[in-house]
């Protein structure tokens, strides 16, 4: 199968009720462009069965050479929390050197707790960071780490992040073990390794597309003539697109075709207004992973 091509394959009965056809081919084409169809099977399906939704960064598809990994961002937990009986939101906080903070065992509970968080500026670097998750009905559940607990995550492959956005990142990394074990939530990320998924999982069949390179004509503005409505609509679309990968950081001509070569491959020299739909959030979706709703905070060490 080609890298614009997409074979045959059966969709489970959870993907057919949790998503339209037309949505479906926007994940797959602006979401997952890389995976091929039992990958996207496997994405699908797993989005569809825990009720995520993959356009407000609750689970991810990431592709590395022969090795895709299927990730649940710390969202999806925040999210599945909101749908128990009793939610609270969960506090979540810095511990910086210059705080005054203690922590003790709650005598009653045998667990322990913060007893007392003051803060002055400056405050110093962060040195460890803390989550108590809050619900109706049920003792809260607070979780303590130092900082050195999360250490290798500024050397691994998920570094950038984690250094530029480290109280985004620690934080999201405390609140998702808070939630997990107040709320009772668990989600495995999955790695996949070429060949690891059994040819016999049932596989998607989207609308063909013509394999066609991208062109300038993508990325230039419609013509200057008067344009009907749907016209005026992709035109918001494509300077909305323009926009977006300003703030991704790439501004030039050839910058925007390389990334729509890579990451949008089906997109041709005209466009649709749901292609460029697609591809729009599908930069959102990149723009947050790069600055502050990078995945689940356990993967990648």
């Known amino acids: 199968m080609s890298k614009n091509q997409l074979s045959t394959i059966s969709l489970t009965p959870e993907i057919t009720e949790a998503f339209a056809p037309a949505v479906l081919e926007v994940i797959r084409t602006s979401i997952a462009p890389t995976a091929n169809d039992q990958e996207f099977l496997l994405f699908a399906h797993k989005a569809a069965s825990y009720g ?58 045998k667990e322990m707790e913060v007893v007392l968080h003051e803060i002055g500026f400056p405050r110093g670097k ?18 303590i780490m130092d900082i050195e607990e999360v250490a290798h995550m500024f050397t691994g492959q998920n570094k950038d992040n984690w250094n530029k956005w480290t109280s985004d990142m620690f934080g ?41 390179t991208p062109n300038q004509q993508v990325i230039d503005q419609p013509n200057s003539q008067p344009i009907d409505p749907e016209e005026e609509k992709l035109k918001a679309a494509k300077d909305q697109m323009k926009a977006k990968f300003k703030k991704l950081g790439i501004t030039t001509k050839k910058g925007m075709q390389d990334y729509i070569s890579q990451n949008a491959p089906h997109i041709g020299d005209n466009p649709s207004l749901a292609d460029i739909i697609g591809l729009n959030e599908l930069l959102d979706m990149h723009y947050d992973m790069q600055n502050t709703n990078a995945a689940d905070a356990d993967i990648l060490d």
């Open 52 to 109: 995520l939704d993959p356009f407000k960064n609750e689970i991810f598809f990431i592709k590395y050479g022969q090795t895709a990994r299927i990730q649940f961002a710390a969202e999806a937990y925040l999210s599945k929390a909101r749908e128990k009986e009793g939610f609270q939101p969960p506090d979540t906080q810095m511990v910086h050197e210059n705080d005054e903070f203690r922590i003790a065992m709650n005598k009653e509970t």
């Open 172 to 212: 999201k990394h405390v609140q998702q073990r808070a939630l997990k074990k107040q709320y009772g939530l668990e989600f495995e990320d999955e790695t996949i390794n070429q060949g690891d998924v059994a040819n016999s999982i049932p596989e998607y069949q989207p609308q063909q597309r013509k394999d066609i």
């Open 126 to 143: 962060i040195i460890g960071a803390y989550s108590i998750a809050y619900r109706d009905g049920h003792r809260p559940v607070t979780v």
